[in-house]
């Protein structure tokens, strides 16, 4: 069970700077670069991973971790996303907080 979406993001554009409580992200990368940020709430321990959109990969964000996503490619980034549960916009389980 779970939802899937997708996403364009322009040159120098970054997503993301939230966490989850319970939900779990996955993050694929399928045209362009992107530079993923991971950080554990409450720490300041940065985790970076560099994913290219010609050797399609993925990470998956755990709970507790604040997140974001920047193409860090010249061309459009096309990422598809994957979540562990549907959305419900009267609990959405998201947070600000800055990578």
């Known amino acids: 069970m ?5 996403s364009t993001t322009n040159s120098g554009i970054t997503r993301g700077n939230h966490f989850h409580t319970r939900k779990i992200e996955r993050f694929s990368v399928i045209k362009g670069k992107a530079k993923i940020e991971l950080r554990k709430y409450l720490t300041d321990e940065i985790i970076s991973f560099e994913l290219d959109g010609n050797s399609p990969s993925y990470v998956d964000m755990p709970i507790w971790y604040t997140h974001n996503i920047t ?6 980034l096309l990422t598809f996303f994957w979540i562990n549960e549907p959305y419900d916009q009267n609990d959405p389980d998201t947070y600000p907080e800055i990578v």
Do not use: H
């Not at 779970?2 to 997708?6: D, W």
């Not at 193409?71 to 459009?76: A, P, S, T, V």
């Open 71 to 76: 193409n860090i490619g010249d061309e459009e």
């Open 2 to 6: 779970g939802q899937s979406s997708y």
